[in-house]
């Protein structure tokens, strides 16, 4: 049975290999932070290092065909928001802050597109 999580599943694995052989390292797959009394949930679906050791967080969205705008529509202030909350989230625990940025891959049918700095933390 096909479910919402197994397609999502399936979008991280072929963003992963994608971004891996344009030679970035994966660092985490799906950071989460939970929701608490004082805090909203966030989440982060690939964290990788780019070959100039950018860390690069990255929010994939995967659609079956461009219709309704297409995957990279999908990737609204809300889930933005989401992202950049799991982002600071996880730079909390580094000693040392590297360059960051944030990439959207968006996958439609068997179509991949790559965004590099897709967004910032002050959108």
Wanted: charged residues 30%; aromatic residues 4%.
């Amino acid at each position: 049975m096909v479910t919402t999580k197994s397609r999502g599943d399936e979008g991280e694995d072929q963003a992963l290999a994608h971004l891996q052989a344009q030679g970035l390292s994966l660092v985490e797959r799906n950071y989460r932070v939970a929701r608490g009394p004082s805090a909203r949930g966030a989440e982060v679906d690939l964290i990788m290092r780019d070959t100039d050791g950018t860390l690069v967080f990255v929010e994939v969205r995967k659609r079956t065909d461009r219709s309704h705008g297409g995957a990279a529509a999908t990737v609204g202030r809300g889930k933005q928001q989401r992202c950049i909350r799991g982002a600071k989230h996880y730079l909390m625990q580094l000693n040392r802050l590297p360059p960051c940025r944030f990439d959207v891959v968006a996958i439609d049918g068997e179509c991949i597109e790559w965004l590099p700095a897709a967004f910032d933390a002050g959108s």
